[in-house]
């Protein structure tokens, strides 16, 4: 499954300056917040995929006006030909009153919310979120800091993947890591503007095969159906 990643900071490359065709080979498109909703809908129109996102900090206008044609997973488990996919976007708060910053304990509990449903598909694969994880490519002022709740589900639920952005690569005050490894064996990669990869039929379970009976018999039913 051939993947492209934005986030942050529109590519002129698939927007001012586009050329045909230059999106037709993805299978999905996955945005980490902080990008123009006409940017986020030009490039679901052009692609042949469906685009996910979450929103980043800087996404209020999102809630009132979603891209059209565009798919938010905020706070789901999102299943895509198989491939389960977590949202939870926004990032630490610092200013009072605004949607889409959170502390550390409302992190937490949007998690907590969600566990039903990564309980049901027994687990997930891809963890899509705006803001690092704590000590993984954040920095150390309130705004950019990562969720410290984000290394406890890691580690508890040992994604394929984490995608993520907010920390820019043209910040000065701190190298830029595009991708690493987390401790929990999860790869970590920074969307900021564009990212591709290619993520193999061995990383995630074939539908209907996740090991959870009531979840693989409602997505077997389903693929019967698409199929016939």
């Known amino acids: ?3 492209l990643l934005l986030a942050d900071e529109e590519d002129k490359a698939l927007w001012d300056f586009y050329k045909p065709g230059v999106l037709k080979d993805y299978d999905l498109i996955i945005s980490c917040g902080d990008l123009h909703r006409s940017y986020l809908e030009f490039i679901v129109t052009m692609a042949s995929c469906p685009l ?16 059209e044609g565009c798919i938010c997973i905020e706070d789901k488990v999102f299943d895509y030909k198989g491939l389960r996919i977590l949202g939870l976007g926004g990032s630490m708060r610092y200013l009072p009153y605004r949607y889409d910053q959170y502390t550390e304990e409302d992190m937490k509990s949007r998690i907590k919310k969600v566990n039903r449903e990564i309980t049901l598909r027994n687990g997930f694969d891809v963890l899509v979120t705006h803001a690092p994880a704590a ?25 394929k993947y984490m995608f993520y952005g ?24 920074n969307a900021y503007k564009r990212y591709e990869l290619e993520i193999g039929p061995d990383e995630y379970p074939a539908v209907g095969e996740t090991g959870s009976f009531l979840y693989d018999l409602v997505m077997g039913i389903k693929e019967k159906r698409r199929k016939y």
Do not use: W
């Open 52 to 67: 996910l996102y979450v929103r980043g900090n800087h996404d209020e206008s999102l809630r009132k006006e979603p891209p």
């Open 1 to 3: 499954m051939k993947v």
């Open 135 to 159: 000590g993984h490519g954040d920095l150390t002022d309130l705004p950019h800091r990562g969720f410290e709740c984000f290394n406890t589900l890691l580690m508890e639920q040992k994604p």
């Open 166 to 189: 907010h920390v820019h690569a043209t910040y000065s005050n701190r190298a830029f890591i595009r991708r690493e490894k987390h401790e929990s064996g999860t790869v970590l990669i």
